[in-house]
C-alpha cells in the first residue's frame, strides 16, 4: 500500500471553511464528486501549494510562469475582479500539503499578497498541470489564440535552464550591442565634423587676414596738418603696425600653448586613470591574496572522509563475505522449497537466494560508488590546496608587477605636472604681455583719434570685428583638438582609435551573441529529439492507432500523422482534431513534458479533462497513468465528475 499523502485546504474556491483530503503517494488518485462540489478547488489548491514560487509572484514582460499561474485561475487579480483561489467570503486561504515529515505551506490573501512554501517550484505548472487553461491544451486547440510553433519554442526554452540562460545572455549582449552601436554611429557621425570644422577655421583665418589689411590700410590713411604732426603721426603709426604685428604673433603662440596644455592635461587625466585602475587592482589582489592566505594556514583535514572510507570498506568487505557465502548455498539449493544450506533450517527456494544476492552486489555497487565518489573528494581538495597556492604565486608576482607599474606612472604623472605648471606659467606670462600691448594699442589709438575721429572709428569697427573673428576661430581651434578624442570609461581616447576599438567589441559581441544562440538552439533541439521520443513512447503505451506519430519539427510546429478510418496517412495540425483527440494529445504532451523537465516535481494534477477521454480508451488512458505514477514515482490527483449526491471521495486507483 502506498504512503499517505494529507491535503488540508482553509477557504479554497468554493469549498467555505476548512477540509481535508487524503491521497496515496506515487499512485493514480480520482477525485469524485458532483458538479460544484469543489473538485477543481482541490485541484487547484494543489497546484498553488507546489506550484506558487518568487518567480511566479516576480512582475515581469515575458513571465510564463505567472501567466500560467493567472490562466489556472491560482493568483488573486488586481483591482479585485477574480480572487483566485481565495473564498469569496473569505479574506485568505491557506493550503497545506503533509507528505511525511515534510510539510509544505500557502497562504494567500484576496488583497493578492501570497507566502508561498519554500520548495514550490513553478515549472510544475508547466509540466505538471493538465486543464482546459493549461498552455498544452491552448496551444494545440486555440491556434488564433497562441502560436503553435512560437509558443513550444518559448516554453522549451524557458524550461530548458541552460537554454534560457544562453538566450538571456544573447538578449543582454544585444543590449550591449545596441549600446556601443549608437555610440559608434555618433562618432562617426563627430568624425563627419570634422572636415567641415577644418574647413571653418581655414575660412576665418581668411577672414582675418583680410581685416588685418584693411586695418593697416586704415591706419596708413591717417593723416595731419602740418609737419610735426605728419612725423609724430608716422611714428605712431609705425608703433601700431609693430605692435599689432607683435599682437598677432603672441595670439598665435597663446593658440599653440592652449592647445599643448588640452593635450597634456589628456595625458595626465589618462595617468591618473591608469594609477587609479592599478591602485583597485592592488586591492583586489590583497583582499584575494589574505582570503588565500587564511585558507592555506588551516591544515588539510581528511580524518572524517578517511573514517567513513575505512566504514565503507568493512562494510564492502562484509558484504562481499555475504555474497560468497549465498553464492555456495545457491550452488548447493535444489529446486523447489528446501532447508538452506547452511543453517539446515527454514525453507528457501532459488528466486529467494538470487534475490537478497542481488539485492547484496547492489548494495555493493553503491558503496563503491560511494567509494570513489570520496576519493575524488580527497582529490579534489588537494587539488584545490594546489590550485590555491598557484594563484598565490601569480598574486605575489602580480602585486610586484603593480607597484613596479605605478612606480613609473607615479613619476610620469610628476613631470607631467611639471610641464602643466609651466605651461601655464608661460601661458599666463604670454597673456600678460598680450594684455600690455593691447593698453599700448588703445593708447595710441586714442592719440590718432583726436586728428582723424571718423577714420579712427572705422579702424575700430575693423578691430571689434578682427577680435570677435580670433575669439570665434579660438574656439573652433579649440573644438578642433577635442574633436580629435574621445572619452570612454574615463580614458581619453583618439577617436579613428575609438572606432576600432568599438568595431573590434562589436564584433566580439556579435560573435559571443551568435554563439550564445547556436547553444540554446543546440540544447532546444536535444530537448525536441528526447520530448518527440517520450510522446511516442506514451502513444505506443496507450495505443492510440489512428495517431501514428505525433511530433515537434524543426521549426517547432506540433504536427500529428493521423491515420484515418480509410487507411490513408496525413499531417495535419492538432487543432482539426476532434475535441476527444485534442485532449488526448494534450494529456500525451503533458506526460512527456513531465518526463523530460520533471527535476523532482513529483506530483501531476488533471482537472476537468476526464469527460472528455475518448469512452473506448478511458481504461486505457488510466491504465497508463497509473504505470506512469508507479514506474516515476509521482502522484497523480484526477478529477472526475459523477452524478451521485454526496461529499467528494478519492479513489485510489492500485
Given at each position: 500500500?502506498?504512503k499517505q499523502?494529507?491535503?488540508e485546504?482553509?477557504n479554497?474556491?468554493?469549498?467555505?471553511?476548512?477540509?481535508?483530503?487524503?491521497?496515496?503517494?506515487?499512485?493514480?488518485?480520482?477525485?469524485?464528486?458532483?458538479?460544484?462540489?469543489?473538485k477543481?478547488?482541490?485541484?487547484k489548491?494543489?497546484?498553488?501549494?507546489?506550484?506558487?514560487?518568487?518567480?511566479?509572484l516576480?512582475?515581469?514582460?515575458?513571465?510564463?510562469?505567472?501567466?500560467?499561474?493567472?490562466?489556472?485561475?491560482?493568483?488573486?487579480?488586481?483591482?479585485?475582479?477574480?480572487?483566485?483561489?481565495?473564498?469569496?467570503?473569505?479574506?485568505h486561504?491557506?493550503?497545506?500539503?503533509?507528505?511525511?515529515?515534510?510539510?509544505?505551506?500557502?497562504?494567500?490573501?484576496?488583497?493578492?499578497?501570497?507566502?508561498?512554501?519554500k520548495?514550490?517550484?513553478?515549472n510544475?505548472?508547466l509540466?505538471?498541470?493538465?486543464?482546459p487553461?493549461?498552455?498544452?491544451?491552448?496551444a494545440?486547440?486555440?491556434p488564433n489564440?497562441?502560436?503553435?510553433?512560437?509558443?513550444?519554442?518559448?516554453?522549451?526554452?524557458?524550461?530548458?535552464?541552460?537554454?534560457d540562460?544562453?538566450?538571456?545572455?544573447?538578449?543582454?549582449?544585444?543590449?550591449?550591442?545596441?549600446?556601443?552601436?549608437?555610440?559608434?554611429n555618433?562618432?562617426?557621425k563627430?568624425?563627419?565634423?570634422?572636415?567641415n570644422?577644418?574647413?571653418?577655421?581655414?575660412q576665418?583665418?581668411?577672414?582675418?587676414?583680410?581685416?588685418?589689411?584693411?586695418?593697416?590700410?586704415?591706419?596708413?590713411?591717417?593723416?595731419a596738418?602740418?609737419?610735426?604732426?605728419?612725423?609724430?603721426?608716422?611714428?605712431?603709426?609705425?608703433?601700431?603696425e609693430?605692435?599689432?604685428?607683435?599682437?598677432?604673433?603672441l595670439?598665435?603662440?597663446?593658440?599653440?600653448?592652449e592647445?599643448?596644455?588640452?593635450?597634456?592635461?589628456?595625458?595626465?587625466?589618462?595617468?591618473?586613470?591608469?594609477?587609479?585602475?592599478?591602485?583597485?587592482e592592488?586591492?583586489?589582489?590583497?583582499k584575494?591574496?589574505?582570503?588565500i592566505?587564511?585558507?592555506?594556514?588551516?591544515?588539510?583535514d581528511?580524518?572524517e572522509?578517511?573514517?567513513?572510507?575505512?566504514?565503507?570498506?568493512?562494510e564492502?568487505?562484509r558484504l562481499?563475505?555475504?555474497?560468497d557465502?549465498?553464492?555456495i548455498a545457491?550452488?548447493s539449493?535444489?529446486?523447489?522449497?528446501?532447508?538452506?544450506?547452511?543453517?539446515e533450517t527454514?525453507?528457501?527456494?532459488?528466486?529467494?537466494?538470487?534475490?537478497k544476492?542481488?539485492?547484496?552486489?547492489?548494495n555493493?555497487?553503491?558503496i563503491?560508488?560511494e567509494l570513489?565518489?570520496?576519493?575524488?573528494?580527497?582529490?579534489?581538495?588537494?587539488?584545490?590546496?594546489?590550485?590555491?597556492e598557484?594563484?598565490?604565486?601569480?598574486?605575489?608576482?602580480?602585486?610586484g608587477?603593480?607597484?613596479?607599474?605605478?612606480?613609473?606612472?607615479?613619476?610620469?604623472?610628476?613631470?607631467k605636472?611639471?610641464?602643466?605648471d609651466?605651461?601655464?606659467?608661460?601661458?599666463?606670462?604670454?597673456?600678460?604681455?598680450?594684455?600690455?600691448?593691447?593698453e599700448?594699442?588703445k593708447?595710441?589709438?586714442?592719440?590718432?583719434?583726436k586728428?582723424?575721429?571718423?577714420?579712427i572709428?572705422?579702424?575700430?569697427?575693423?578691430?571689434?570685428?578682427?577680435e570677435?573673428?580670433?575669439?570665434?576661430?579660438?574656439?573652433?581651434?579649440?573644438?578642433?583638438?577635442?574633436?580629435?578624442?574621445?572619452e570612454?570609461?574615463?580614458?581619453?581616447l583618439?577617436?579613428?582609435?575609438?572606432?576600432?576599438?568599438i568595431?573590434?567589441?562589436?564584433?566580439?559581441?556579435n560573435s559571443?551573441k551568435?554563439?550564445?544562440?547556436?547553444?540554446?538552439?543546440?540544447?532546444?533541439?536535444?530537448?525536441?529529439?528526447?520530448f518527440?521520443n517520450m510522446?511516442?513512447?506514451?502513444?505506443r503505451?496507450?495505443?492510440?492507432?489512428?495517431?501514428?506519430?505525433i511530433?515537434?519539427?524543426?521549426?517547432?510546429?506540433?504536427?500529428?500523422?493521423?491515420?484515418?478510418?480509410?487507411?490513408?496517412?496525413?499531417?495535419?495540425?492538432?487543432?482539426?482534431?476532434?475535441?476527444?483527440?485534442?485532449?488526448?494529445?494534450?494529456?500525451?504532451?503533458?506526460?512527456?513534458?513531465?518526463?523530460?523537465?520533471?527535476?523532482?516535481?513529483n506530483?501531476?494534477?488533471?482537472?476537468?479533462?476526464?469527460?472528455?477521454?475518448d469512452?473506448?480508451?478511458?481504461?486505457?488512458?488510466l491504465?497508463?497513468l497509473?504505470e506512469?505514477?508507479?514506474?516515476?514515482?509521482?502522484?497523480i490527483?484526477?478529477?472526475?465528475?459523477?452524478?451521485?449526491?454526496?461529499?467528494?471521495?478519492?479513489?485510489?486507483v492500485?
Amino acid at each position: 500500500m502506498s504512503k499517505q499523502i494529507i491535503l488540508e485546504i482553509s477557504n479554497v474556491g468554493g469549498l467555505e471553511g476548512q477540509k481535508m483530503f487524503t491521497l496515496s503517494k506515487n499512485t493514480l488518485n480520482i477525485l469524485e464528486g458532483a458538479n460544484a462540489t469543489g473538485k477543481s478547488s482541490v485541484a487547484k489548491a494543489l497546484m498553488a501549494v507546489l506550484g506558487i514560487d518568487d518567480r511566479v509572484l516576480r512582475e515581469s514582460h515575458g513571465n510564463i510562469w505567472r501567466l500560467e499561474a493567472s490562466n489556472l485561475g491560482v493568483l488573486p487579480e488586481r483591482g479585485g475582479h477574480r480572487a483566485g483561489i481565495v473564498h469569496a467570503n473569505a479574506t485568505h486561504a491557506e493550503v497545506k500539503l503533509k507528505e511525511g515529515n515534510v510539510e509544505r505551506r500557502v497562504i494567500i490573501e484576496k488583497t493578492g499578497k501570497i507566502e508561498p512554501d519554500k520548495h514550490a517550484n513553478s515549472n510544475f505548472l508547466l509540466i505538471g498541470v493538465l486543464t482546459p487553461n493549461s498552455w498544452i491544451y491552448r496551444a494545440i486547440s486555440s491556434p488564433n489564440e497562441m502560436r503553435n510553433e512560437s509558443i513550444f519554442k518559448n516554453y522549451i526554452t524557458k524550461l530548458s535552464v541552460k537554454a534560457d540562460k544562453y538566450i538571456r545572455a544573447s538578449d543582454l549582449l544585444q543590449e550591449y550591442y545596441s549600446a556601443l552601436f549608437q555610440k559608434l554611429n555618433e562618432l562617426k557621425k563627430k568624425k563627419a565634423l570634422i572636415p567641415n570644422l577644418k574647413k571653418e577655421i581655414k575660412q576665418l583665418e581668411k577672414e582675418i587676414e583680410e581685416l588685418q589689411k584693411k586695418k593697416d590700410e586704415l591706419i596708413k590713411m591717417i593723416k595731419a596738418d602740418n609737419e610735426q604732426k605728419r612725423r609724430e603721426i608716422s611714428e605712431i603709426k609705425k608703433r601700431l603696425e609693430t605692435l599689432e604685428k607683435t599682437k598677432r604673433d603672441l595670439q598665435k603662440e597663446v593658440q599653440s600653448i592652449e592647445k599643448n596644455l588640452s593635450s597634456l592635461k589628456n595625458e595626465l587625466k589618462n595617468l591618473e586613470s591608469k594609477i587609479k585602475e592599478l591602485q583597485e587592482e592592488e586591492e583586489r589582489l590583497k583582499k584575494r591574496k589574505e582570503n588565500i592566505e587564511s585558507e592555506l594556514s588551516k591544515p588539510l583535514d581528511f580524518s572524517e572522509l578517511d573514517e567513513k572510507i575505512r566504514q565503507l570498506q568493512d562494510e564492502r568487505i562484509r558484504l562481499q563475505a555475504l555474497a560468497d557465502l549465498y553464492y555456495i548455498a545457491l550452488d548447493s539449493v535444489k529446486e523447489g522449497y528446501s532447508k538452506c544450506p547452511l543453517c539446515e533450517t527454514g525453507n528457501v527456494t532459488r528466486e529467494k537466494l538470487e534475490d537478497k544476492l542481488r539485492a547484496i552486489k547492489e548494495n555493493i555497487s553503491k558503496i563503491e560508488d560511494e567509494l570513489r565518489n570520496l576519493a575524488r573528494s580527497k582529490e579534489e581538495m588537494e587539488n584545490h590546496r594546489r590550485r590555491l597556492e598557484m594563484e598565490l604565486r601569480d598574486i605575489k608576482n602580480r602585486l610586484g608587477e603593480v607597484v613596479s607599474e605605478r612606480s613609473i606612472i607615479q613619476q610620469e604623472l610628476g613631470t607631467k605636472k611639471s610641464e602643466i605648471d609651466n605651461t601655464l606659467q608661460e601661458l599666463k606670462d604670454k597673456k600678460a604681455k598680450l594684455d600690455k600691448i593691447s593698453e599700448e594699442i588703445k593708447t595710441l589709438n586714442d592719440l590718432l583719434r583726436k586728428e582723424n575721429p571718423e577714420l579712427i572709428e572705422e579702424i575700430d569697427r575693423v578691430t571689434k570685428l578682427l577680435e570677435e573673428k580670433q575669439q570665434l576661430l579660438t574656439r573652433k581651434e579649440s573644438e578642433y583638438i577635442t574633436a580629435g578624442y574621445i572619452e570612454i570609461y574615463g580614458i581619453s581616447l583618439e577617436l579613428d582609435d575609438a572606432i576600432k576599438l568599438i568595431e573590434q567589441a562589436l564584433d566580439g559581441i556579435n560573435s559571443a551573441k551568435k554563439y550564445a544562440l547556436e547553444m540554446a538552439e543546440k540544447i532546444r533541439r536535444e530537448a525536441v529529439k528526447q520530448f518527440n521520443n517520450m510522446v511516442q513512447d506514451v502513444l505506443r503505451r496507450i495505443g492510440f492507432s489512428e495517431f501514428k506519430r505525433i511530433y515537434l519539427d524543426k521549426n517547432y510546429i506540433l504536427n500529428v500523422q493521423y491515420v484515418s478510418p480509410e487507411g490513408e496517412v496525413k499531417i495535419i495540425q492538432p487543432h482539426a482534431l476532434s475535441e476527444s483527440e485534442r485532449v488526448s494529445v494534450a494529456l500525451v504532451l503533458m506526460l512527456a513534458l513531465n518526463k523530460v523537465y520533471r527535476e523532482g516535481i513529483n506530483y501531476i494534477v488533471i482537472d476537468n479533462m476526464y469527460e472528455y477521454f475518448d469512452e473506448y480508451r478511458t481504461n486505457e488512458i488510466l491504465k497508463v497513468l497509473l504505470e506512469y505514477a508507479k514506474q516515476e514515482n509521482v502522484t497523480i490527483l484526477l478529477t472526475r465528475t459523477t452524478f451521485e449526491d454526496g461529499d467528494l471521495r478519492v479513489r485510489v486507483v492500485e
